[in-house]
């Protein structure tokens, strides 16, 4: 990623160098102009990956599912169909005729019929027919099919993009590789260990705490005492980041493969967050994937999807009690919030050391909000 080029788009120009040495953070106005936020939905979440639903939930054939995209933030009604063959679609779920929603609860159906009108669609979303309609002309065009998404799984989930040709590897890529020896096929999704919290913050303040270990000692003390924080390494990808968390002796840490690039180390997690809102926190119990959904600038629901592949590890080392480490980073991100409104603060500097993922962040924040 390189220098970016800013501009003024009816706000603050949101410019962060990248040499993280003399850097300044994002300037506190993204988080607290109304503008910033609105600008935000379609130039960046709507440009990128966003989580869709657990594979769990979809997938058998002739299977409809209907979904909202990232509620409360992007609203985008959507429907997951998937044909005889197997093949697996994401739709819009309205109607090209007046709008209506065509999918109003999970079903199995060789079609799609929209219930105001009659109209039909393929599980591919292309047009069959529609009533009393013969006297229309120059019908039916390529916009009466239902508009299609691309659609990628990955760990138990869909994901998904409204806008944009960037491409699911760019984001995924580095995961996928550096994991490839993780049986994903295995995992359970557990709704009874999945759960919803709300945070009174900016989305953006809550992501960038995650990206940075910096506050462990300080914020988190059993974590802590699972981490070795002198080992504590953070890797930056393009669209994603890293941060290793090594396990200090006789605590939980993964058995990792002789194929495995980490073999040797004792790591008790790895935490990936992929931009701009989807944190992957992989144990040696399985994955809490957590989406972070923006509610408005001052308010955050993060999902936490609990998928289980060793259930005898449960409640061990750094994975151990998340609803802990959880509301531990509420109670400081919140505080946050409430400080960047004070006169006496714009913006701060970053510790090259530990600070690596939050300014890679601001980073991409900028480059998106300028393009």
Known sequence: MGKVKSRNIGMRTWLVDPDISIASTLHKDYYLQAAAYEASKERIFANTWQWLTCTALSGQPRRCHPTTLLPGMLNEPLVITTSDD????????????????????????????????????????RFRSMPEFLEVKDFPKETDNLASLPVMPFAGSLFTRLAGSLPFEAFFGEIMRRLNWLPFETFTYRPNLSKDYHVKAHWALYCENYLEGFHIPFV??????????????????????????????????????LGSPDFGKKVAAYYYFVFPNLMFNFYPWGLSLNVVQPQGPELTKVSFHAFVGDAARLRQGAGGDVDATELEDEEVVEKVQAGIRSRFYQQGRYSVRHEKGTHHFHRLIAAFMNA
Do not use: W
Request: aromatic share 8%; with cysteine; charged share 20%.
């Open 86 to 125: 197997g093949t697996m679609h994401c739709l819009s779920n309205v109607c090209t005729h007046r709008g209506a929603l065509v999918v109003k609860e999970t079903c199995t159906q060789a079609h799609l019929r929209c219930p105001y009108h009659g109209r039909m669609f393929s599980l591919d979303g």
């Open 220 to 257: 988190h003390p059993a974590l802590n005492q699972a981490l070795d924080f002198g080992s504590y390494t953070t890797e930056l990808y393009e669209y994603s980041s890293l941060q290793l968390g090594i396990a200090k002796d006789g605590e939980d840490c993964f058995d990792l493969p």
